[in-house]
């Protein structure tokens, strides 16, 4: 062990070795080390992915652990204290900046061997493996490629042809091809978010998120999902998803043993399978019998449905308007989702007394003031109860992107960086007439919504420059319907925010 109190890294094309000893069976009783990770993340969000990969990690016999920066006060010491043997780090695009910089002061100061996965890692991975505090870089699904590097680790095997990895080794490259989807979900052991809710204030949140389809079939320009497809290059069955016994056991398993006084559950899929949906409320009701708020695409919206949800205890739905122009959201967004069908399933979720909530967004390539309007308008006669608006963030190699840079809306060296850091309240590198008050209209837009009357003072309040008045109007507003709308309660919600806020400085 060296001084710092962490194992030195190794040379990627040696074995690596456990300080120290100590074996102890491997997976399908095969000796080796038992290595240790630990992932390090900025903010205080439970993600699906670390806890899919704890969870396997420990099923093989290893060991997985979890620091998150902005609850520990001295991360560099703690993590010095649980010596693993590799580090790893998930990186969300907007936030990969500040997750580097933190990979970096670790590097130096501990000479740890680092692994980075998660969206940014996977499609931008050329930018992340040649980062000095990077020596791994994990691409795509990793449960099962994790497992077999740790495992190639602890026998003292050779693992640089480990597929869905890349690696630096003696000033060079290895790029290994991306394996097939796991196509059998319900062969993955349950969540370990043990790593998570060891920190109070996760674990005391009354409203706990879960998400259960990998994949999606639709194409939307300004989403990940298409790209990710296209990696894979049909490889397995892209839209995946678990059994009813296996997702209601997911949330029997935090209810029992975490607490939970309601369920979020942040899938836009969920109720895309009929008749898995009728099997799902039909266990709920008997296994859980929680309130709970859902996602849906509206043009998969029945009143039927509807009826199944209220019954089971859904008290909101979310609908993905994206723009009240029908033009924006086809031909620019290619959400492929007319006015009718969003007018019709919010009108059947109002009409059975649930909670409407929309996603809303401004700031879109060849987007008007007047067409930002518009998306009020609808919102307002769609009756939305919590219209949510953020400004599009556009990730470079998505569809849209191409599309922004052909019409000379955007720099074709574009970075996210160009969008700012905060998800609240985001700026746009995008060429637009009247971007000041589109971007100040982002501010108003729930207020608008709510509040229809005060939508003529707002056309009128918009044409003022920035300022901060407008930024804590947004800030109040949306902790006025989030706190209303959902569970989390003043306290919960305002120390979550702030310390998210915080880890975005970092």
């Known amino acids: 062990m060296s001084r710092t109190g962490m194992r030195l890294k190794m040379p990627l094309s040696a074995p690596v070795c456990r300080a120290g000893g100590g074996s102890r069976p491997g997976r399908n009783g095969v000796s080796g080390f ?5 992932f390090i993340q900025l903010d205080p969000i439970i993600r699906a992915g670390i806890v ?37 780090f998930p990186l969300v695009s907007g936030m990969h900046e500040q997750t580097m910089a933190i990979a970096e002061k670790i590097k130096s100061e501990t000479h740890a061997l680092t692994i980075f996965g998660g969206p940014h890692a996977t499609f931008y991975p050329e930018e992340i493996i040649r980062h000095e505090a990077a020596d791994i870089v ?12 740790l495992d190639s680790m602890s026998r003292g095997k050779n693992y640089l042809d480990t597929r869905n990895m890349w690696f630096k080794n003696g000033g060079k490259i290895v790029r290994n091809a991306l394996r097939p989807f796991n196509e059998d979900l319900d062969a993955l052991p349950l969540q370990d978010r043990s790593i998570y809710y060891k920190y109070e204030l996760l674990r005391r949140q009354p409203s706990k998120d879960f998400v259960f389809t990998r994949g ?49 559950i942040m899938d836009d899929l969920f109720i895309a399978d009929a008749e898995w949906l009728g099997r799902f409320v039909r266990e709920y009701k008997k296994r859980v019998n929680l309130p709970f708020q859902c996602e849906v695409r509206a043009d998969l919206v029945t009143e039927n449905i509807i009826g199944e949800l209220k019954e089971a205890g859904c008290t909101a739905v979310a609908v993905g308007v994206e723009s009240g122009v029908e033009r924006i959201r086809n031909e620019v967004l290619k959400k492929n989702l007319g006015d009718e069908k969003i007018i019709s399933a919010c009108k059947a979720i109002t009409k059975a007394g649930i909670l409407l909530k929309t996603y809303n967004m401004v700031a879109i390539p060849g987007e008007t003031l ?64 009247n971007k000041r008050e589109i971007l100040n209209l982002q501010r108003f837009f729930p207020l608008a919504v709510k509040f229809p009357a005060l939508f003529p003072l707002i056309k009128r309040l918009i044409k003022l420059p920035p300022n901060r008045v407008f930024d804590i109007i947004f800030q109040a507003t949306y902790a006025f319907l989030t706190i209303s709308t959902t569970k989390i309660g003043l306290k919960n919600f305002f120390t979550l925010g702030l310390k998210t806020k915080n880890a975005l400085k970092t």
Request: charged content about 25%; glycine content about 8%.
């Open 370 to 433: 007047a067409d930002a309007f518009k998306t009020v308008e609808f919102n307002i006669r769609l009756n939305t109860d919590y219209a949510w608006c953020s400004v599009l963030r556009i990730y470079p190699g998505t569809p849209l992107a191409h599309e922004a840079v052909r019409m000379g809306l955007l720099d074709e060296n574009f970075s996210l960086k160009d969008f700012g850091n905060s998800y609240l309240l985001s700026g746009t590198p995008l060429k637009l007439k």
């Open 138 to 149: 994990c691409l795509g699904e990793g449960e099962e490629a994790l497992v077999e590097l």
């Open 52 to 88: 899919s990969l704890s969870a396997c990690v420990k099923k093989a016999g290893h060991q997985a652990d979890l620091l998150i920066v902005s609850e520990e006060k001295n991360l560099i010491e703690k993590l010095k204290s649980m010596s693993p043997d590799l580090v790893g």
């Open 216 to 264: 999606c079939p639709y194409r939307c320009s300004f989403c990940f999902n298409s790209h990710f497809r296209e990696l894979y290059g049909g490889q397995g069955k892209f839209v995946r998803r678990p059994g009813v016994g296996r997702v209601i056991d997911e949330i029997v398993a935090v209810r029992d043993n975490y607490g939970l006084e309601s369920v979020m």
């Open 34 to 38: 038992a290595m240790k990770i630990v």
